[in-house]
């Protein structure tokens, strides 16, 4: 199957510092990534939708400006999280849809990062 | 909107002991695809399985099976024989609907713990 790869796996910063983490589909193309946070004995929630080429595509109550999407190219979806605060501290995973794209398509997803806000 | 539904929020068995997960599912959707990922604790996400809504037919691989009534929207795993490495939350989900990108929605998870 593909294999989507995420870096860091953890990270530790101080309050008010900006983290990013990066996302990369390494035997395939992926015009389209999906951001998802996890909190602690919950379930995924989609933040966002990277998109090559264009503007992510952001939930509701997810915040634009502090979660940056940057998708550079079709392998590399990054997200920068801005003036992180304590708050903020969770398991953020990525994921792409196999070659299609389409509904049905199998979404392969990053190890994750733990992101820890000190 | 689409919705899936994990009523089992812990389940505990014993090593060799076959356990079912439930999940429900509302959609709209005319055709859809149903998937179920495990998530260690390692946290990454493992694909299990994608199901067309066209295709009714049980699926079995190995010691998983899954079952499939479109009747009354339920895609429930059962492991038989289960063992400690099968200890993970599973999540069972469905993409969205209409145009555009196909996120995921998933349910809550269930956290099985098979004890030796």
């Known amino acids: 199957g593909a294999v989507v790869s995420q870096h860091p796996s953890r990270v530790i910063c101080k309050s008010g510092t900006s983290v990013k983490i990066e996302c990369r589909s390494l035997?395939?193309?992926?015009?389209?990534m999906f951001w998802y946070r996890q909190f602690p004995k919950q379930s995924l929630m989609l933040m966002a939708t990277?998109?090559?080429?264009?503007?992510?595509?952001?939930e509701q109550g997810v915040e634009k400006d502090k979660f940056l999407i940057n998708h550079a190219s079709l392998t590399l979806s990054t997200l920068t999280v801005t003036s992180a605060h304590p708050e903020d501290s969770s398991f953020y995973i990525c994921?792409?849809?196999?070659?299609?794209?389409?509904?049905?398509?199998?979404?392969?997803f990053g190890p994750g990062t733990r992101l820890l806000v000190l | 909107a689409q919705k899936v539904t994990q009523a089992q929020t812990e389940i505990s068995v014993v090593e060799k002991e076959d356990v079912t997960l439930d999940c429900v599912y509302e959609?709209?959707?005319?055709?859809?695809?149903l998937f179920w990922y495990k998530q260690p604790p390692s946290g990454e996400l493992v694909f299990l399985i994608r199901?067309?809504?066209?295709?009714?037919q049980n699926e079995i691989s190995g010691r998983y099976s899954w079952n499939f009534q479109k009747s009354t929207s339920s895609f429930n795993f059962t492991i038989t024989a289960s063992q400690v490495v099968d200890s993970a939350v599973y999540f069972c989900?469905?993409?969205?609907?209409?145009?555009?990108?196909?996120?995921?929605?998933f349910g809550k998870g269930t956290k099985l713990s098979v004890i030796p």
């Open positions: 994921s792409a849809p196999g070659t299609s794209g389409g509904r049905g398509e199998t979404q392969y």
């Open positions: 035997d395939f193309q992926a015009t389209t």
């Open positions: 990277s998109n090559e080429g264009s503007k992510a595509t952001y």
């Open positions: 959609t709209r959707d005319t055709t859809y695809y």
């Open positions: 199901r067309n809504s066209f295709d009714e």
């Open positions: 989900a469905l993409p969205s609907s209409g145009a555009g990108s196909y996120q995921l929605t």
